[in-house]
């Protein structure tokens, strides 16, 4: 597996690394908990190290699991999770709103920590910006976790430019996560320039399109009824349509390549930047293995403007989340 760094920090993870949170929630019900460990401790054994999860996936559930699987093998893998959401301690209902306070940051680390079985968070992200608390006081919150040992790395998720830099002036900033593939590019104008001029790495989500660039999804498919999709813009039977146009785009370069066109997406996004990292989910081990061995393959120059040409003529149909959850994006 190879490995890469993310930014000027010296956190080293593999090229690609395992985002859990589609084994408990989002995508329909919760995978089986031992065939969830089973997998994650299949990626170990492949070679992966950043697993990525967060209080809000479950909630609390995922990061238990995740926990339960690493505990064996904690000294070489990376774990990185999340902060920022109202969620009640003892139900583990989400009021839907979100919470950065400084002393809510320092209570949520704490519970992370037991759930993860370890003495350390890796990466600990705030999951979605909160207009209500200064970035700046955010940042304060987790240097202080920093300096008490308890935190290794800041990582911020779905942020603007403005706030990156504002936090990484009190707290430099390891990582940056968001949504980024070809299918969403939103990051290219203002989030990687600024990533790659501050030194921070960028660690890619749903970067198979949430399943769509796999090419096994079409106007048919049919989703569980708690899975997100049913209410994601882009996935309407209309927008699915119009959309197969990208996933027709990585099939040709695929055939090329004697390649599938999850592994193409995954290879483009490696292509763009040496400090970003893909963080794929799956529940099935074969997945994972096709996942992986798309850091094998290399595309051209030439490979790479074909790409970059037929995508420019592809308009995404559908926005890539509901309204709500857009709102909460890019701030």
């Known amino acids: 597996m190879q490995k890469r760094k993310l930014g000027n920090s010296n956190l080293e993870v593999s090229a690609l690394g ?9 995508y329909g019900p919760a995978g089986d908990k031992q065939e ?3 997998l994650i401790r299949a990626a170990v054994e492949r070679g992966v190290t950043l697993f990525d999860t967060a209080e809000a996936y479950g909630p609390f559930t995922n ?4 926990g339960e699987a690493l505990a064996p093998v904690r000294d070489q893998v990376v774990i990185a999770t999340k902060f920022g959401w109202d969620i009640d301690p003892v ?5 839907g709103g979100l919470n950065s306070r400084p002393e809510h940051i320092k209570q949520v680390a704490e519970a992370s920590l037991k759930r993860l ?7 600990f992200f705030q999951h979605r910006v909160d207009p209500n608390v200064p970035i700046e006081e955010v940042a304060g919150a987790v240097k202080d976790l920093i300096q008490a040992g308890k935190v290794k790395h800041f990582g911020l998720s779905e942020a603007g430019a403005q706030t990156i830099r504002r936090a990484h002036a009190v707290q430099p900033v390891t990582a940056v996560q968001s949504e980024h593939s070809l299918w969403t590019r939103d990051p290219e104008t203002e989030v990687l320039p600024t990533c790659e001029e501050l030194g921070i790495g960028f660690v890619a989500f749903s970067p198979l399109g949430v399943g769509f660039l796999t090419g096994k999804i079409d106007t048919n498919t049919t989703f569980q009824s708690t899975d997100f999709r049913n209410i994601s813009p882009r996935f309407t039977p209309e927008n ?5 146009a990208l996933v027709e785009l990585l099939s040709k370069i695929a055939e090329q390549k004697g390649a599938t066109p999850a592994q193409i997406a995954l290879a483009w996004l490696l292509a763009q930047k040496p400090w970003i990292v893909p963080i794929p989910g799956t529940t099935k081990l074969h997945r994972l293995e096709e996942n992986i061995r798309a850091i094998n393959i290399e595309l051209t120059p030439d490979d790479l403007r074909e790409i970059q040409g037929a995508a420019a003529k592809i308009q995404v149909q559908g926005a890539r989340l509901p309204e709500a959850a857009l709102k909460l994006t890019g701030r």
């Open 117 to 123: 079985r370890t003495d350390v968070i890796d990466l």
């Open 36 to 38: 969830m460990i089973a």
């Open 91 to 95: 139900t583990a209902a989400r009021s």
């Open 18 to 26: 395992l985002g859990c949170m589609g084994m408990s929630s989002v």
């Open 63 to 66: 990061e238990e699991l995740v």
């Open 240 to 244: 699915r349509k119009a959309n197969q």
